[in-house]
């Protein structure tokens, strides 16, 4: 019988959404703490499709440019900067420090 190997699925669309953070974020004057940082991700996941690849060692981001090539790269910036504006509006770690 033969075995099935380790299937890795993958939701490439986390890693593009990462980039695309990092490349906003420093620039967009909103906190860049890891709270709203994880804030801006979640926000920006649930507005788009998930993209799930199987993926191998090493060919994970080859594959993250292919698909932001292909892909409709615009709405995947809207999503980013949408929720970045969100956060930057009203930063949850700064209202934890409030009393
Ligand atoms: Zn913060």
């Given at each position: 019988m033969q075995q099935v190997q380790q299937t890795e699925c993958f939701?490439?669309?986390?890693?593009i959404v990462q980039q695309k953070l990092e490349a906003y974020l420093p620039d967009s004057g909103c906190c860049a703490c890891d709270m709203c940082?994880?804030?801006i991700m979640c926000l920006?996941?649930?507005?788009l499709p998930p993209k799930y690849v199987n993926t191998?060692?090493?060919?994970?981001?080859?594959?993250v440019d292919q698909i932001m090539l292909r892909q409709n790269s615009v709405d995947i910036d809207f999503a980013v900067i949408n929720a970045i504006e969100q956060i930057k509006d009203n930063p949850r770690c700064q209202q934890q420090a409030k009393k």
């Open positions: 939701n490439i669309m986390e890693k940082a994880g804030d920006a996941l649930n507005k191998h060692k090493g060919e994970l981001f080859s594959r």
